[in-house]
């Protein structure tokens, strides 16, 4: 396991803008109706590695289904950088939407595909 990195992030027109200590291992990309339509690949991290830098005001949320993870868009440009919720096992948790991360290199990495579908 590598060690985490701290990686800076924003959505496209940078009215959102945030940092994330993470190692980006366990990125997982799914196909259920919101994830797959957006292109979202995720890596999920504890709330205190996530700093919010920028954008408070300049969100909206979303949630659905169960209501636990509410997916937050900037809304300006409509990019969702992160979400927040709870684990399976009722965890708090931050699910980063790596390809909002701005300082790193697009398709550097490799992602599980989760059928998240069928669930």
């Known amino acids: ?60 949320t979303h949630t659905f289904n169960t209501h636990n993870i509410q997916h937050r868009f900037c809304d300006t440009c409509g990019v969702q950088p992160f979400a927040e919720g709870k684990t399976p096992k009722g965890d708090p948790m931050v699910a980063i939407n790596i390809r909002t991360l701005t300082d790193l290199e697009p398709f550097s990495w490799t992602a599980q595909r989760v059928d998240g579908r069928s669930f």
């Open 1 to 60: 396991m590598s060690e985490p990195k701290t990686h800076q992030g924003s959505c496209h027109c940078g009215a959102v803008a945030y940092e994330v200590d993470t190692d980006l291992q366990g990125l997982i990309e799914c196909n259920c109706s919101h994830c797959y339509p957006k292109g979202l690949v995720l890596t999920f991290v504890s709330p205190d590695a996530f700093r919010l830098k920028a954008g408070e005001g300049a969100m909206s």
